[in-house]
Nanobody
Framework: QVHLVESGGGLVQAGGSMRLSCVAS????????WGWYRQAPGKQRELVAT???????NYVDSVKGRFTISRDKAKNTVYLQMNSLKPEDTGVYYC?????????WGQGTQVTVSS
């Protein structure tokens, strides 16, 4: 079992920056992929960024060059640094971790970008 807790959401003006954190606990050794997803009002949840055990990364096109995913292995924490935020980045951001057997999700943190 893996437990994920996000933090760092809030309200920011367009063009600003914000960093989300996700602390993992439990059977972390089973996790192969870490990531962030988001869900805007009335829309489906979408992938934002992922990083793997081998430190490869992947981003949705809309955030490339603005967002950076990173992982502090010693702290069991995954970060999402978000720069040049846009109103369309508004949504609930969920931390994700995936193993061979199942996926794990955090409770979500709200990010609101005002224009």
């Amino acid at each position: 079992q893996v437990h994920l807790v996000e933090s760092g959401g809030g309200l920011v003006q367009a063009g600003g920056s914000m960093r989300l954190s996700c602390v993992a606990s439990g059977s972390i050794f089973i996790i192969n992929t870490w990531g962030w997803y988001r869900q805007a009002p009335g829309k489906q949840r979408e992938l934002v960024a992922t990083t793997t055990r081998g430190d490869s990364t992947n981003y949705v096109d809309s955030v490339k060059g603005r967002f950076t995913i990173s992982r502090d292995k010693a702290k069991n924490t995954v970060y999402l640094q978000m720069n040049s935020l846009k109103p369309e980045d508004t949504g609930v951001y969920y931390c994700y971790s995936g193993s061979v057997l199942r996926d794990y999700w955090g409770q979500g943190t709200q990010v609101t970008v005002s224009s």
